[in-house]
């Protein structure tokens, strides 16, 4: 097998690691001059309280927000469209995926939508997204899928039964 003769990394990802790094969450959305966001994140880390302490912290610090807790495993279209819904109805600007790699991509799609008049389906692949999306803030809970510093997302067509990923330095 021949040796790839060269490779470019682009890697645009601010990442804040550590003990209280939630409680920076307020300064990153002012820093940006953002007024509403949208929380997306799962309904295990809502049971958990998890959820509930960045939400907090976002209501200390007077940070105005939306909720979409109802992210799924392998995260299905659906779960986009509903996400996205949310975040058009309560006039978001930015985006904060709260989770693992479901909720993160689920934030990145929606991301997807809101930078393409609601349409998102048409931008699966790589590198087919004109428009950046809005600013988004991922607070990983798990790893493994290093969703936060990847510009990929993938979910599950539940119809056609695969997984579909969107790729884009966008």
Same mark, same amino acid.
């Given at each position: 097998?021949?040796?790839?003769?060269?490779?470019? *990394?682009?890697? #645009?990802?601010?990442?804040?690691?550590?003990?209280?790094?939630?409680?920076?969450?307020?300064?990153?959305?002012?820093?940006?001059?953002?007024?509403?966001?949208?929380? +997306?994140?799962?309904?295990?880390?809502?049971?958990?309280?998890?959820?509930?302490?960045?939400?907090?912290?976002?209501?200390?610090?007077?940070?105005?927000?939306?909720? *979409?807790?109802?992210?799924?495993?392998? #995260?299905?279209?659906?779960?986009?469209?509903?996400?996205?819904?949310? *975040?058009?109805?309560?006039? @978001?600007?930015?985006?904060? %995926?709260?989770?693992?790699?479901?909720?993160?991509?689920?934030?990145? @799609?929606?991301?997807?939508?809101?930078?393409? %008049?609601?349409?998102?389906?048409?931008?699966?692949?790589? %590198?087919? @997204?004109?428009?950046?999306?809005?600013?988004?803030? @991922?607070? #990983?809970?798990? *790893?493994?899928? %290093?969703?936060? +510093?990847? #510009?990929?997302?993938?979910?599950?067509?539940?119809?056609?039964?695969?997984?579909?990923?969107?790729?884009?330095?966008?």
């Amino acid at each position: 097998m021949p040796y790839q003769q060269t490779f470019e *990394y682009f890697s #645009p990802t601010r990442l804040i690691v550590g003990q209280g790094s939630t409680a920076k969450i307020p300064d990153l959305i002012r820093e940006q001059g953002l007024r509403r966001g949208l929380v +997306v994140t799962d309904p295990g880390l809502v049971a958990a309280g998890i959820a509930g302490k960045v939400l907090d912290v976002l209501r200390g610090a007077d940070v105005s927000f939306a909720v *979409y807790d109802r992210v799924e495993a392998n #995260p299905p279209f659906a779960n986009v469209e509903a996400a996205y819904e949310v *975040y058009a109805q309560e006039r @978001c600007d930015y985006l904060i %995926g709260l989770g693992g790699g479901s909720s993160m991509d689920v934030a990145k @799609c929606a991301g997807v939508a809101s930078a393409h %008049g609601g349409v998102w389906k048409d931008f699966i692949g790589i %590198g087919k @997204c004109r428009n950046r999306i809005p600013f988004l803030l @991922c607070v #990983p809970t798990t *790893y493994g899928t %290093g969703s936060e +510093v990847t #510009p990929f997302a993938v979910l599950t067509d539940v119809e056609q039964k695969f997984k579909a990923s969107i790729g884009s330095p966008l």
